[in-house]
């Protein structure tokens, strides 16, 4: 055992209690080492998490109660503002909630106007009390899973011991605090973005992916059965979009990712504000680095790729714009067709050949078209409606243009749109849904701009960017 030496030392009142209770712990754990007594860390740790956690409370009270003010008047940001009277205030922090006595104040030229107070002004709180730090993580924990679940792994960490009910709707605030600045956090996110020497080109995808949203049942015409509900709720599903712009290497590998969603609330359900965000985005970068090659790549899906079309062009980027069909969504339609021509262990084989043309020969296109077409099994159906040979055709037809794969592998470009397939599950389907969830317009679009700030590493600096404005200048009229 280390040898023991007294300190003398002053405590604040508030935390009296606290050194007491830590000190037992620590005669405690003297008496487990020796042997005197079971060894038990689970209890010893879990005591010494709970003293924290109530000494955290009693600093936290006692430093929120030094921000409060008790002058007759203050201004707020310049503006006069009157004491009306003084009462109990709950704030809500990390540690858990703490009552603090403060000051109301009310606008000297707005009659009966809404009250408020210096200490949330001055921190900048969040709804009716809740600390920036402890809703921002609140919100975190809320876009990676539902509120019962992120109450459980908060009470399991020993920290925000709050309701899942309080997690959903602090969290879905914060979102909906960001939604509200969206276009001006993310251009400041762009322009702060620092771009890694290896990086050479950067690949743009668009795709959609079927989301559930609440919708309102109308109303049968005639009188409604006895215990019918007021409202009659559906689960309809809606498609989101999703896009990426990724940062690739000289081998056309990717280097990072930045992801954005939206759920679109008018028709034609075209993703506006993502489409704008992500061409501004990329014109910053391009200024950062003149020299980057830009990329865009789809599925093929004729909505996705004209709107590509239209936002991503030379005039629109400043930059010359290569554009590619997937190339597994290619690899895909040709293995169903070659298993009709081909065969099952056949196929696969043929397959692989025509995989290493597309990759290596400018006129691979061209020459399995017409081996599908001289097969004669065009019209052959696999099921009730596929004929994928004739389906092959059709898509390498109508993507004659984008599957220069040969000169795209020569300039270390990506061919896949895997990026964005993939941020369709992690953004979407993986937080969204889940059995039975539904979603309301505004909830959906919190919660997918939550998640694609914090799957492309942004939430730190965004959520500084977005509860910042919240804090107010508070000073002596």
């Keep these: 055992m280390p040898r023991k030496k007294n300190v003398v030392m002053e405590v604040p009142a508030a935390l009296e209690e606290t050194v007491r209770r830590l000190m037992k712990l620590e005669e405690r754990n003297e008496r487990m080492a020796k042997g005197e007594e079971p060894v038990n860390w689970r209890s010893l740790s879990g005591e010494l998490e709970a003293a924290m956690r109530e000494g955290e409370a009693q600093v936290a009270r006692r430093w929120l109660q030094s921000y409060d003010e008790r002058r007759k008047a203050i201004t707020v940001d310049g503006k006069k503002y009157r004491r009306v009277g003084r009462h109990e205030g709950t704030y809500y922090t990390k540690a858990g909630p703490v009552t603090v006595m403060r000051t109301l104040y009310r606008d000297a030229a707005v009659r009966n106007d809404k009250t408020v107070d210096a200490i949330s002004l001055k921190l900048g709180c969040i709804e009716d009390g809740w600390l920036p730090e402890a809703a921002e993580t609140m919100a975190y924990l809320l876009q990676n899973s539902p509120g019962t679940e992120a109450e459980k792994l908060a009470k399991k960490m020993g920290r925000l011991p709050y309701s899942a009910s309080s997690f959903k709707r602090v969290g879905t605030a914060v979102g909906e605090l960001f939604e509200a600045q969206r276009s001006e956090v993310e251009d400041a996110l762009i322009a702060e973005s620092v771009i890694p020497d290896k990086v050479r080109s950067l690949t743009v995808s668009l795709d959609r992916v079927a989301l559930p949203m609440e919708e309102e049942v109308p109303r049968k015409p005639g009188r409604p059965k006895k215990d019918a509900p007021k409202k009659s709720i559906a689960r309809v599903f809606h498609m989101a979009w999703v896009g990426t712009v990724t940062f690739t290497d000289a081998e056309g590998e990717a280097v990072h990712t930045i992801r954005y969603g939206e759920v679109p609330t008018k028709k034609p359900e075209t993703p506006e504000k993502l489409l704008e965000s992500m061409v501004g985005d990329v014109r910053v970068l391009l200024a950062k680095r003149p020299r980057l090659r830009v990329m865009v790549v789809s599925d093929g899906a004729q909505d996705v790729v004209d709107l590509l079309d239209e936002r991503f062009t030379e005039k629109a980027l400043g930059a010359a ?25 056949g196929g696969s084989s043929r397959l692989g050949q025509w995989k290493l043309r597309l990759l290596n020969n400018r006129n691979a296109r061209g020459q399995i078209l017409r081996e599908l077409y001289d097969s004669g099994r065009e019209w052959v159906s696999v099921g009730e409606k596929s004929c994928p040979v004739h389906e092959a055709i059709t898509y390498l037809t109508n993507q004659a243009d984008r599957m220069n794969y040969v000169d795209a592998r020569t300039a270390g470009l990506a061919i ?24 309301k317009p505004d909830g959906a679009q919190a919660m997918l701009s939550m998640r694609a700030l914090a799957l492309s590493d942004r939430w730190d600096p965004a959520l500084h960017l977005t509860l910042e404005p919240l804090r107010h200048d508070v000073r002596a009229a």
């Design 321 to 345: 714009v290569m554009r590619l069909v997937d190339f597994w969504h290619v690899i895909e339609k040709l293995g169903k067709a070659a298993s009709v021509i081909y065969g099952g262990e």
């Design 416 to 439: 896949g749109s895997g990026n964005v397939e993939a941020s369709c599950k992690s953004l979407v389907q993986l937080r969204m849904c889940r059995s039975g969830a539904r979603w």
